[in-house]
């Protein structure tokens, strides 16, 4: 077992830790690069916006928008299991990656012209396929919109309701606060009362947020995938999805949490081989996952050998888009699998994030080769394709404006930062009080509590 950080261990209650936020001058040099790439974001964004409807020009966005789903949006998540385990080594990572429900906002904002470029599920007599059985009522663009839009609110809440004893202060400060302000910062008084229904509650909050979350999956990648690539069926690829997700979400944490321990010492303090060794056994099980959804999807198209399938997976797979598939078998599996395979990288949190960069790195290519062929298809209603389409590359505003979304989602987190108080102070002094190192003959061990 992997000691925790001593500053994690050494909190006391009598003076309690408060937190504090990471001081980011708007002078720095991280700062000042990020918010150039913010801005180069938004500009893309607006370029694009001169297109609408035309669906080919946002076969790109809606790969770095489900990448942005992918990652950033499913990363609050692992909070929840964390907390459903009670495991003490994700306290200090626990506001870290809850702060992420801030820039997945942005998701909402880019996914509203992709959902507008979508094809109508009927034309000149012909249905395309389609998830909605003929439903009527707004899809696929209200019905998805709605759905990610609950999503992301439940995440800003869950945000939210474990920030509120960290940012409210003692009860002097709350009653002096506006009738509007008591509200938003739920009256807290810190009551008995009051811990048992934010507990409960977040709870539940966090419950509906996987619920949604694996829902908004499934019809995303249905309406802007599947549904626009004549012959490509397949009923694992949502679970697949949502697999590679928490993959990438893992990715993204560690490497947060490594230049967190690198350049913030009042958070980084409480980081270390802990962390790493936790998350590296759910990289390294995840990306195994990845590999049996991957060969249990494509096994079915393997011996049913319909020429309509084969040909999609042709297209995002084996010939068409070979390029980002080997760069995402690459990053996602191969070379972590025979990375993570060894303690000292798994147990390392710098070795741990090159190796998460490389996840990234393939779950971007993975997100193209599954969208971009998608929504770049000629005819989405026929019922196969006639010959394997060319490969549509991307131009200059397209590469931009990945970068630049890319961008505006970390200046986004570099904000929340610099305003919320990171880690967890109640949930750290909690843990110090269920943590004791005490002396066992010869040797120093951890005792760990069990609140209930």
Known sequence: MIKPERAGLTLTLRPPFRPSTVPIRRSSTLAVLVGMLAALGIAMYVI???SWGDRAEWAYPAAVTMFVLSTVTSAPLVAFASRMARGYWGLPSRRVVELFALPSLVSFVLLIPVLGALPPFEQDGVTRANLWFGFSGGAPFLTDALAVSVMLLAGSALMWFSAVPDLAGPPSRVRGMPRWKRVLFLNWMGTKKQWTVLRTSMRWISAFYLMTY??????LTTDLGQSLLPGWRSGIFPAYHVI?????SIALIV???YLL?????NVGQF????QAASFGKLLLALTLLWFYFFWSDFLLVWYARIPSEVAAVQTNVAITYIGPFLIAFGGQFLIPFLLLIFNPIRRSLPRLAIVSAFVLTGLLMDRVRLFVPSMSSENPFAHSLAQLPAPYYPNAIDILYVIGVIGLVAGIYLWALSRIPTPGGWEMREGAMYRREQKFMNADVLVLAKPD
Do not use: C, H
Not at 261 to 265: G, Q
């Open 261 to 265: 321990k690198r350049f913030a010492p």
């Open 244 to 248: 590679t997700s928490f993959q990438g």
């Open 48 to 50: 694009k916006l001169f």
């Open 271 to 274: 980081i270390g081989d802990e």
């Open 255 to 257: 490497i947060t949490l």
């Open 214 to 219: 694996v829902f908004v999956t499934m019809i």
